[in-house]
C-alpha cells in the first residue's frame, strides 16, 4: 500500500480529520460504516444524528440507528487494521533506533554495559509473551462479553418471562373475585417491579461474570501499560497477570441455566362447593422453581404489570368480574357476598355487604390465602356493582342473595367510619373513613361533570325509576342518586317515567350518603323552557360516557344495623328520642366499628366512640348506651298475655264432593297441604300483596318492621327473593331466627326477623289457603312411621300437580283432614292414588276396608222416601226420576235438593230460566218443576222468622234471599265491603238481583243446592271475528228463550258449567226451529270450524231414534235444503201434574222477511278536460270521491227532501239482506242518508253513503231496505290517479292518510283523462293542489312510483292555482319574471313481455347488480320530426347560448346538464347537494350516470326532447346477490357490501353481446341478463365467491 492510498484511508473524508484507537481514558474516534456502505468518524456521525436517524451526506440515504446510537453502528475493521499495524510498526522502528543509538554509545563498554545488553534483549522475549497472552486475552474478553450480554439479556427475559407468567395468572384469578380484589391485585402486580431480587443465582452469575471481566480489563490494561513500557514490569507481578490473562473461560463456573428457571412463586386460585356455598381462595405459593417457558402468554401486553387496568369480563366461565355495560349496576344483576373483616385502614380492606371484599392486613404473606372470597352459586347470573340503600330491600332486587354468618371462630375486625344518614338504630349508614380519598375524588369528578353543558337535561329527555342522576344537595354540590319514585304534574299517583317539562317532583336514594329525599322541581309558570330551567338547578342527567367514568366508584354509603337492638317498645317501634341520641352521641366524627355479622343487605355492627379525653377508661359502645338510656334493649323472644291476630281457617270441600286442588307441600301420606284451584280472588289478593310489599322494602320503609314476633302472629313473610306470603310465626330456633309457615302454601321456614313485616288488615280478608290433609284409609306398612320410599314416591306424585279431590269426613283444627286423592283427566281415567300406593306395596289399607270403595260412582245418589207433600205434589210418579243428593253424613230430615244431569241425555225437556247470551243461559228440568214451590216454603219456614244478623258476606256464600215478597235459595256474587245492598245470584233460576242486606238471612246447609244449571249452545260461535257477542244476539236470545219451554240435547256431560247443548223451540206455527240455526240464519252466529271426521263421526252417533232427529230427515228429504226441525211435540207429561205452577206463554221466533232493492241511479260523468270539484271521501283503497260544483248545489236539495219525506221512523223487522243493495241509512247525527249495502258481519253491516263516498260499519237496526228519492242519481263520483301506481301494489295506510289530510273538503282542480265504461267505475283524473300535481307529491313522499307503460299526455297544461281569496292592491308588474315552462315527464321504452329475450347495451353500472341498460331494438331508430335524439342535441349544443339558465329546480324536474365533454345531455334533477354555493345532483337520463354541477351548467330543456324515450333504464339484475362476507378490503363506498373486485369482473363480463329478460315490473324492474351462449351473465361471479345465488 503506498502512502497516498494508506493516507486517504484513515482519514474522515467528511471532516478530514484522522480515525483514531481508544487509548487508556482517552476516546478514540473510530470509523463506522452506515447502511449505504459510506464511511465516517465517529464525531462526524455524532453531530448528523437526528431523531434516531442519519442521512448520508454522499447519497442521502437514511440509516436508522440501533438502540445505542452511533456507537451501536458496525466499525470498519479493514481501517482499524490499518491503523493499528501502523502504530505497531512505528513502535518497533522507533525501538529499532534507540538500541542503535545505545549501541554506538556503549560499544567500549565494560562486562557490566554487556550485562544490561543481554538485560536489553530480555524485553524482546517478553514482548513476545505480552503479545502472546494479549491476543489469549481478546479472545477470553470477547467470550466474556457474549457470556455477560446473554446473562444480562437472559436476566431481562427471565424477568419478563416470570413477570408475565405471574401477571397473566394474578389477573385470571383477580377476575374470579369482585371488586375488592383490585387492591389486592395492585398489591401483588406492584411486587413484580422487584422480582429482579428474587433470582439470586442469575444475579450472582451476572455478578460474577462482572468481576472476572473487570479482573481481566485490569490485567489487560497493565499487560498494555508493559507491553509500552518494559520496565513497568519490575512494578507488577506479571506472573500474576499473564495468568489472568491466559485463563481460560469455562463456562461450567458460571451458573447459565439459572435464566431459565422462575421463582417458584405462583398465584393460585381455589374453589371448595359444599352445600350451596362456593369458598373461593387466592394465594400466592412459593414452590420448588420451575423451567421458564420458551415464550410469554398470549394475552401478555410486556411492561403492562406495573400499570393497573379496569376490570375485564375473563374468558373463563366461572369468572366473578364485573361486565362493561353502559348502564350502572342494576340489583337486579348482582349476587351477595359476605363481608369479610381486616384491621388495615386501606381503601380495599374495608368491609361491604355483597361484593365489597377485605383481604388480611399482610399482604405480602404469601404462606396462607390472601383474599377468601363465599358467594351463592348462581349460573349464567352476572354479577355487577353492589348497591347500598333502601333498593336492596326490594323483592325484585334481590337476586340469588343468601343469608350469611360469620363463623364462631373468626375474629371481630375494626374499622374506622363516620356515621352519615340515621333512619333508626337498625338501620343506618356509614362511610370508611379510609375512603375519605375516594369520596373527595368521586365529587371532584361529578362536580366537573356538572359544569359541563352535556348534563343538562333537554327537552327530549325523561326520568325513569331506577336510573342514575346528580342531585345538588343542601352544600351547593352534586351528588350521585338514583331515583326511586316518579311524580308527574297533575298527577297524585306516582309514574315510572316522565318528560322532564312535566316532573313534579322525585324521590332519590344518594348512593353514597344513604339519605333518601324527595326533589320538588319549582317553576313559576308552565312554560317549557322555565320548567326544563327548574329541573337543571337541582338534577343533572348522567349519560354513558360519565357512566362508564363512573363505573368503578362503588356506592360509598354503606348500610348497617345495630346486631340484637330492638326498641324499647316493640309495638310502636323506634322512637325519635332514640334516632336523636343516637346522632348526639356519635355526630361526625369518626368511630369505631365492630363487624359482628351480616344479615341479607345489612352489616350487624356495633360502633364504639373513643372517649374524649385520654383518661378515659376505654371506648363507648353505642349500642350498649341506647340500652342504657332506655330507647333500645336487647333482642329475646317475647310472650304476651293477649292472644295475636288470627287468619280465617281454610274453607274444606264438602265431603264426598270432587273438588280440584293443587297439592302445595308434601312431607308424606300423612302429611301434605292442599290447596282448591280457580280461586281468582286469592290470586288478585297475592298480586295487591306483592306489589305493596315489595314498594314499601323498595323505599326503605321501617313503619311495619318486626322486632320481637310472637309465637302465633300474623305476619308478612319473605317466601324467596322475589315474593312475599302471609305466613304464621311458630317458633323461636335461636338467635334473631324465627320458624314460620306459609298459610297459603304449608311450607316452613326458618328466616332472619328481619324478613318479617306486619300484615295490613286488608290482607286478613281470605281465610288461610292451605289445607292441612291425609291420605284416608291407608297406613304404612310397617310400624308407625312412613318409609322414606314411600314419601318419596307420593312426593314425585302429586307435590306441584293438580289432582281431584274427595274429603272424606271431617276432623279438628288440629289434625289434618282425612282425604282421597285422584289422579288424570276425565271421570273414567282417574286414578286412585291410595290404591297405587297399596298395589306397590308401600302402603296398606287399613282393616276392613278395600278399594272397593275407594271412590264412590258418579252416578250414586243417596234416594230418600220424599215427605208426603212431595209424593203429592208428583201424582205418584216415579220418586227415582227425582235426582235427589245430599251429605251422606247429615241427618235424614236434612236434605237437599241438588240438580244433576239426567241419564237420557238427548230430548230432555226444559225449561229457561234465565239468558244472558248463546253462551250462557239457565235451564231447570221440566220433572223438577213442581219442587219449586215446596223449596221456596221449606227456605221461608226456617229464615222467614228469623231476625237480621251481622253476617260478613263472602262470595260463593249461601243464604236466603227474599225477592218479590217470595224466600229463595241464593249465592253471593261478591265480598260485601260497603253498602247496605248485595248481588246475588238466585240459585233455583240463575239471574242476579241485588237484595238490601236486611232481606238476606244464613241458608241452613240441609237447603243448600241449585234448580238451575248453566247451558251454552253448541258449534256456534259470535260472527264478525269477535270473541264477545254482540248486544243485537243477546238481545234476541232474551226475547226469544226467557221463560220459554224447549227440547234439549246434551252433547258432553260434564262437571264443568256451562253445559253444551243444542236447543230446539216452537215458532207461531207450532214448528220446532234449532236456535244455533236461527242465530246463524240471521248472521248473529257462525257455525264453528270441524274437520271432515269429526262431522262424520258425529252423524254416526246420532241417535236415530230421536224425534228431532227423524223430522230434520224427512224436511232435507222433502226440500233438499239444510234441515228445519218441525215435529209435534207432546205438552202432557206424567210427571207434570194439574198442580203444577201456571206455565208461562210459549215464545214464538219471528222469520226473516225476504226483500230485495236495487242500486241508486250512477252518477252524471263530467266530460273531459279541466274541472273543480270538491273532495269528500278517501276510500282505503286509495279511490277519491269527489262531487261537482253542481252536485254540492243538488246535495243541499236532497237533504231538505230526504228528511221531509222520513218523519218517522219505520217498524223494525228480521229481514234477509243478501238481496239488498240501495238502502236507507239512520248517520250518527240522527239524520237520513241513502246508502249501499256492501257485506253482512253478524249484527252490523257494512255500508257506503252514495253521496258522500264514505264507508262505515253501523249496527243492522239502523239499516231499512228502502230507496230515498231513487229518481237521483248518486251525487258523489269515484275517482283514480293517472299514471302512477302505489308502492306495493296497494296504497299504504300512511299514503291514504297523507291524501285524506290534503285533500278532504278541499275545493281541487282535477283533469279528467279517461272515462269508465261502466258509469259506477272511477274516473282516471289528473288531481292538482294549487297547481302542483298531487302524483308528483305522492311520489315524493314515496308512496307511489311512475308508471312507466303509461304514456305522457301530450299537450298537458297545468292547472294555475286557485284564485286567492284577498284582493291586495299590488303592482308586481316589475317583478315578475319571465315565467318557465313547466315541463312534463321523461318516457321509457315499452319493453318486451316476461320472459321474452332482447338486446340490450349496457349504459352504467352502479352495483354487480343494479346497472342502467338500453333496449337496443325498441330505441334503435326513433325519430321525432324527422331527426334522432343525437341529431336533435348536436344541433341544440351548436346554438346552447340560446338557451336560459335554470331558474327553478323541482326534484325530478328534467334539464339539460354539462357533461365532462362540455357538450349538454338530458338530465334529470335529484336533489340539492349544497346552498354555498348552490350543487345540484343530476342524472343523465340517456347514460345512467349522475353528475354533482353547479347551476351554471344547468340549462333548460326544449320540450321537443321530451318526445325521446330514455335511453337507459335503471334494472336490478336478479339471481344473485351480495356475498355474505367480503374478505376483500376494498369496497365499493356507496355499496360496502360489494367489493371492487366484484364490480370489475362484473364490467368485463359484460363487454359482450348481452340480452335479457324481464322477471319483474314491480316494485322496481328486475331482468336476467345473458351472454353469447346462453348462459347467465352472473354466474362467473358466483363461482369465484363473489357474490352468492339469490
Not at 1198 to 1212: D, G, H, T, V, Y
Not at 1355 to 1374: C, K, R
Request: hydrophobic share 35%.
Amino acid at each position: 500500500m503506498d502512502g497516498g492510498s494508506y493516507n486517504s484511508a484513515v482519514l474522515c473524508m467528511l471532516c478530514g480529520e484522522a480515525f483514531t484507537l481508544p487509548e487508556d481514558e482517552i476516546l478514540g474516534n473510530l470509523p463506522r460504516v452506515l447502511l449505504c456502505g459510506h464511511i465516517y468518524c465517529t464525531f462526524c456521525l455524532r453531530s448528523l444524528e437526528h431523531d434516531g436517524v442519519i442521512r448520508c451526506p454522499d447519497c442521502e440515504i437514511v440509516s436508522t440507528l440501533p438502540e445505542s446510537g452511533v456507537c451501536g453502528l458496525q466499525e470498519e475493521s479493514r481501517i482499524i487494521g490499518l491503523i493499528y499495524t501502523a502504530k505497531t510498526n512505528k513502535m518497533k522502528s522507533l525501538r529499532c533506533d534507540k538500541s542503535k543509538i545505545r549501541r554506538k554509545k556503549k560499544s567500549s563498554a565494560s562486562a557490566d554495559t554487556l550485562v544490561s545488553t543481554e538485560d536489553m534483549e530480555q524485553p524482546a522475549d517478553i514482548e513476545k509473551t505480552v503479545d502472546k497472552a494479549l491476543a489469549q486475552a481478546g479472545e477470553n474478553l470477547a467470550q466474556l462479553v457474549h457470556n455477560h450480554e446473554t446473562l444480562t439479556t437472559g436476566l431481562e427475559q427471565q424477568v419478563k418471562k416470570e413477570g408475565a407468567r405471574l401477571e397473566v395468572e394474578i389477573r385470571e384469578a383477580a377476575t374470579k373475585a369482585i371488586c375488592a380484589i383490585q387492591k389486592w391485585k395492585d398489591t401483588q402486580m406492584s411486587q413484580l417491579t422487584t422480582l429482579k431480587t428474587e433470582f439470586s443465582a442469575s444475579q450472582a452469575a451476572v455478578c460474577h461474570v462482572q468481576e472476572r471481566i473487570k479482573a481481566l480489563e485490569t490485567a489487560m490494561q497493565m499487560a498494555r501499560q508493559v507491553r509500552r513500557v518494559p520496565l513497568l514490569e519490575q512494578y507488577c507481578t506479571l506472573d500474576k497477570v499473564l495468568e489472568t490473562l491466559q485463563a481460560p473461560v469455562d463456562n461450567q463456573l458460571f451458573d447459565m441455566k439459572s435464566i431459565s428457571m422462575g421463582t417458584g412463586k405462583s398465584c393460585v386460585f381455589q374453589l371448595e362447593c359444599l352445600n350451596g356455598n362456593l369458598v373461593l381462595s387466592l394465594k400466592m405459593e412459593v414452590g420448588d422453581p420451575k423451567e421458564l417457558t420458551q415464550s410469554p402468554p398470549k394475552n401478555h401486553q410486556p411492561g403492562s404489570f406495573n400499570k393497573k387496568s379496569h376490570w375485564k369480563r375473563a374468558d373463563d366461565k366461572n369468572t366473578g368480574c364485573i361486565p362493561h355495560s353502559d348502564k350502572l349496576p342494576t340489583p337486579q344483576k348482582q349476587c351477595e357476598q359476605s363481608p369479610r373483616a381486616s384491621s388495615s385502614l386501606s381503601r380495599g380492606s374495608s368491609p361491604r355487604p355483597d361484593h365489597r371484599l377485605s383481604r388480611h392486613s399482610s399482604a405480602s404473606d404469601l404462606g396462607g390465602p390472601d383474599i377468601i372470597i363465599e358467594e351463592f352459586l348462581d349460573e349464567g347470573q352476572e354479577q355487577a356493582l353492589p348497591p347500598t340503600g333502601p333498593e336492596l330491600a326490594g323483592d325484585k332486587l334481590r337476586i340469588n342473595r343468601r343469608k350469611h354468618q360469620l363463623s364462631s371462630n373468626k375474629r371481630n375486625v375494626t374499622q374506622w367510619v363516620v356515621v352519615t344518614h340515621i333512619v333508626s338504630p337498625s338501620h343506618f349508614y356509614i362511610q370508611y373513613v379510609a375512603e375519605k380519598r375516594e369520596c373527595e375524588m368521586l365529587s371532584a369528578k361529578i362536580n366537573k361533570f356538572c359544569r359541563e353543558d352535556g348534563c343538562s337535561f333537554t327537552e327530549k329527555d325523561i326520568v325513569e325509576t331506577d336510573s342514575l342522576i346528580f342531585v345538588k344537595s343542601e352544600e351547593g354540590l352534586w351528588c350521585r342518586a338514583r331515583v326511586l319514585e316518579v311524580l308527574q304534574k297533575g298527577s297524585s299517583e306516582p309514574v315510572k317515567t316522565c318528560a322532564v317539562t312535566q316532573l313534579a317532583s322525585a324521590r332519590v336514594f344518594f348512593l353514597d350518603h344513604g339519605l333518601t329525599q324527595t326533589i320538588t322541581t319549582k317553576s313559576e309558570d308552565m312554560a317549557t323552557e322555565t320548567s326544563l330551567n327548574a329541573v337543571n338547578n337541582q338534577l343533572r342527567k348522567v349519560d354513558r360516557a360519565v357512566k362508564a367514568v363512573l363505573f368503578n366508584f362503588t356506592p360509598l354509603a354503606i348500610r348497617c344495623s345495630f346486631k340484637g337492638l330492638v326498641p324499647s317498645d316493640v309495638i310502636k317501634g323506634w322512637s325519635k328520642e332514640a334516632q336523636v341520641e343516637f346522632r348526639r352521641v356519635v355526630g361526625f366524627a369518626a368511630v369505631e366499628m365492630w363487624i359482628l355479622g351480616q344479615d341479607r343487605d345489612f352489616l350487624l355492627v356495633d360502633l364504639r366512640k373513643a372517649p374524649k379525653e385520654q383518661s378515659g377508661d376505654g371506648f363507648i359502645s353505642i349500642r350498649e348506651y341506647l340500652v342504657f338510656i332506655e330507647v333500645a334493649r336487647f333482642y329475646s323472644p317475647m310472650t304476651t298475655g293477649r292472644r295475636p291476630l288470627q287468619y280465617y281457617p281454610p274453607v274444606y270441600p264438602k265431603i264426598n264432593r270432587e273438588v280440584a286442588a293443587l297439592v302445595s307441600h308434601v312431607s308424606n301420606p300423612a302429611d301434605f297441604y292442599i290447596h282448591l284451584a280457580d280461586n281468582m280472588e286469592f290470586m288478585l289478593l297475592s298480586a295487591k300483596l306483592q306489589d305493596f310489599y315489595k314498594d314499601l322494602a323498595l323505599l326503605g320503609e321501617d313503619e311495619l318492621s318486626i322486632y320481637c314476633p310472637v309465637i302465633g302472629q300474623a305476619c308478612v313473610a319473605r317466601f324467596d327473593d322475589t315474593q312475599w306470603c302471609r305466613a304464621q310465626v311458630k317458633g323461636h330456633p335461636e338467635g334473631r331466627k324465627v320458624e314460620v309457615q306459609y298459610v297459603d302454601f304449608g311450607d316452613r321456614k326458618i328466616l332472619s326477623v328481619r324478613d318479617l313485616k306486619k300484615i295490613k288488615e286488608e290482607f286478613f280478608a281470605l281465610p288461610a289457603r292451605a289445607i292441612h290433609c291425609c291420605l284416608s284409609n291407608v297406613i304404612p306398612v310397617e310400624g308407625e312411621s312412613w318409609s322414606d320410599a314411600c314419601a318419596n314416591r307420593f312426593i314425585g306424585l302429586v307435590k306441584d300437580k293438580l289432582v281431584t279431590v274427595i274429603a272424606t269426613g271431617r276432623a279438628p283444627k288440629s289434625e289434618p283432614l282425612p282425604v282421597k286423592l285422584f289422579q288424570g283427566e276425565g271421570s273414567e281415567s282417574l286414578t286412585n292414588i291410595a290404591e297405587l300406593l297399596v298395589k306397590e306395596e308401600l302402603a296398606r289399607f287399613k282393616e276392613g276396608l278395600s278399594s272397593k270403595n275407594a271412590r264412590p260412582s258418579g252416578n250414586d245418589a243417596a234416594i230418600w222416601d220424599p215427605p208426603l207433600e212431595l209424593a203429592s205434589a208428583t201424582g205418584g210418579a216415579d220418586i227415582s226420576e227425582q235426582i235427589i243428593s245430599g251429605d251422606q253424613n247429615e241427618e235424614p230430615h236434612e236434605f237437599q235438593l241438588q240438580v244433576k244431569l239426567p241419564a237420557q241425555l238427548k230430548d230432555v225437556k226444559v225449561r229457561v230460566s234465565h239468558t244472558k247470551s248463546p253462551s250462557s243461559f239457565y235451564i231447570r228440568l221440566m220433572q223438577n218443576e213442581s219442587h219449586l214451590k215446596r223449596i221456596c216454603e221449606l227456605v221461608k219456614q226456617e229464615c222467614a222468622q228469623t231476625e237480621p244478623q251481622d253476617v260478613a258476606w263472602k262470595a260463593d256464600m249461601y243464604c236466603a234471599a227474599l225477592f218479590n215478597g217470595v224466600w229463595e235459595r241464593a249465592q253471593i256474587c261478591s265480598d260485601v265491603i260497603s253498602g247496605n245492598t248485595a248481588e246475588v245470584r238466585l240459585c233455583d233460576h240463575g239471574s242476579t238481583v241485588k237484595i238490601h242486606l236486611s232481606n238476606l238471612r244464613p241458608l241452613p246447609s240441609s237447603l243448600i243446592g241449585s234448580m238451575a244449571f248453566e247451558c251454552t249452545l253448541y258449534d256456534i260461535r259470535p260472527a264478525g271475528g269477535q270473541s264477545t257477542w254482540t248486544d243485537t244476539a243477546c238481545d234476541s236470545i232474551c226475547y226469544y228463550l226467557s221463560g220459554a219451554s224447549a227440547v234439549m240435547t246434551i252433547k258432553e256431560k260434564t262437571d264443568e258449567r256451562p253445559v253444551p247443548v243444542t236447543l230446539f223451540c216452537s215458532n207461531r206455527m207450532g214448528e220446532l226451529i234449532s236456535i244455533a240455526d236461527f242465530l246463524v240464519g240471521e248472521g248473529l252466529a257462525l257455525r264453528e270450524r270441524k274437520p271432515r271426521d269429526a262431522v262424520v263421526q258425529q252423524s254416526k252417533d246420532t241417535d236415530p231414534q230421536s224425534p228431532v232427529k227423524e223430522i230434520q230427515s224427512e224436511s232435507e228429504t222433502k226440500t233438499g235444503c239444510p234441515p228445519v226441525p218441525l215435529i209435534s211435540f207432546p205438552f202432557q207429561s206424567s210427571i207434570v201434574s194439574g198442580c203444577m205452577p201456571p206455565k208461562p206463554a210459549t215464545r214464538s221466533i219471528m222469520t226473516a222477511e225476504k226483500v230485495k232493492t236495487s242500486m241508486y241511479q250512477p252518477p252524471e260523468l263530467p266530460s273531459l278536460g279541466h274541472i273543480q270539484i270538491n273532495v269528500s271521501a278517501i276510500g282505503d283503497d286509495g279511490l277519491i270521491y269527489v262531487r261537482t260544483q253542481n252536485a254540492e248545489h243538488q246535495l243541499k236539495q236532497l237533504r231538505e227532501r230526504i228528511q221531509q219525506s222520513m218523519k218517522a221512523l219505520p217498524r223494525q223487522k228480521p229481514y234477509t239482506w243478501k238481496s239488498v243493495l240501495g238502502c236507507a241509512v239512520i248517520g250518527p247525527d240522527m239524520l237520513w242518508y241513502r246508502g249501499q249495502l256492501l257485506e253482512v258481519l253478524g249484527g252490523h253491516v257494512k255500508v257506503q253513503y252514495v253521496d258522500y263516498g264514505l264507508v262505515e260499519n253501523i249496527p243492522v237496526v239502523h239499516l231499512y231496505p228502502i230507496l230515498l228519492c231513487d229518481d237521483v242519481p248518486q251525487l258523489c263520483m269515484t275517482c283514480q290517479l293517472h299514471g302512477i301506481n302505489p308502492v306495493g301494489g296497494k296504497w299504504q295506510r300512511d299514503a291514504v292518510a297523507l291524501m285524506r289530510e290534503m285533500l278532504l273538503n278541499r275545493h281541487v282542480d282535477i283533469n279528467v283523462v279517461e272515462l269508465p265504461a261502466d258509469p259506477r267505475g272511477p274516473l282516471t283524473i289528473e288531481l292538482f293542489l294549487d297547481g302542483l300535481s298531487l302524483s308528483t307529491i305522492l311520489c315524493h313522499h314515496e308512496h307511489a312510483f311512475i308508471d312507466r307503460t303509461v304514456s305522457p299526455l301530450k299537450g298537458l297544461s297545468v292547472m294555475s292555482p286557485a284564485p286567492v281569496l284577498d284582493d291586495w292592491d299590488i303592482n308586481t308588474e316589475d317583478l315578475k319574471g319571465p315565467e318557465e315552462p313547466m315541463l312534463g315527464l321523461f318516457t321509457y321504452p315499452t319493453l318486451p313481455q316476461k320472459g321474452q329475450h332482447f338486446k340490450v347495451k349496457v349504459k352504467h353500472l352502479l352495483t354487480p347488480n343494479e346497472l342502467f341498460l338500453w333496449p337496443m331494438e325498441e330505441t334503435a331508430d326513433v325519430e321525432v320530426n324527422g331527426e334522432t335524439l343525437d341529431d336533435a342535441l348536436t344541433r341544440i349544443n351548436r346554438n346552447i347560448g340560446s338557451l336560459t339558465r335554470l331558474s327553478s329546480f323541482p326534484e325530478g324536474g328534467p334539464c339539460l346538464a354539462e357533461y365532462s365533454d362540455g357538450k349538454y345531455y338530458r338530465a334529470r334533477i335529484l336533489k340539492f347537494i349544497s346552498v354555498e354555493p348552490v350543487t345540484l345532483l343530476v342524472q343523465h337520463v340517456d347514460f345512467g350516470s349522475d353528475d354533482t354541477l353547479p347551476i351554471s351548467k344547468l340549462r333548460q330543456m326544449p320540450a321537443e326532447l321530451l318526445q325521446f324515450p330514455c335511453m337507459a333504464l335503471k334494472v336490478k339484475v336478479a339471481g344473485f346477490r351480495a356475498p355474505s362476507v367480503t374478505k376483500d378490503e376494498n369496497v365499493l363506498p356507496y355499496s360496502p357490501k360489494w367489493s371492487v373486485k366484484a364490480a370489475m369482473v362484473m364490467i368485463d363480463l359484460l363487454h359482450t353481446n348481452i340480452t335479457a329478460s324481464v322477471v319483474a315490473q314491480e316494485p322496481e324492474l328486475t331482468v336476467l341478463l345473458y351472454n353469447e351462449d346462453g348462459e347467465l351473465v352472473h354466474l362467473p361471479l358466483v363461482s369465484r365467491g363473489l357474490a352468492d345465488l339469490e
